[in-house]
């Protein structure tokens, strides 16, 4: 089994920043990709950032230039330092790995005040 549980979520006004880790453990064999998804109220889950194994991301378009994807493969946990916030940002965010199956976090709620 894998457990992801994120920290780091919270209130901030428009044009703030934030910055969410993701720590990883159990039964993690390999230096999976991993990621982080979003889902609004009403809304479908989407991609916010994919980080590679050596770290390489790719960014959902509504977040390119203002969130910035980074992991530390010793520690098995990743980061999304979220810059420039905008209303429309708020919603659950999600840790995501995949060993042989996807593995979800719990959530952080990130709310951003206009």
């Known amino acids: 089994q894998v457990q992801l549980v994120e920290s780091g979520g919270g209130l901030v006004q428009t044009g703030g920043s934030l910055r969410l880790s993701c720590a990883a453990s159990?039964?993690?064999?390999?230096?999976?990709?991993m990621a982080w998804y979003r889902q609004a109220p009403g809304n479908e889950r989407e991609l916010v950032a994919m980080?590679?194994?050596?770290?390489?991301?790719v960014y959902g378009d509504s977040v390119k230039g203002r969130f910035t994807g980074s992991r530390d493969n010793a520690k098995k946990t990743i980061y999304l330092q979220m810059n420039n916030l905008k209303p429309e940002d708020t919603a659950v965010y999600y840790c995501?790995?995949?060993?042989?199956?996807?593995?979800w976090g719990q959530g952080t709620q990130v709310t951003v005040s206009s």
């Open positions: 159990g039964s993690i064999f390999t230096t999976p990709a």
């Open positions: 980080i590679t194994s050596t770290g390489s991301t």
């Open positions: 995501w790995l995949n060993e042989g199956r996807s593995y």
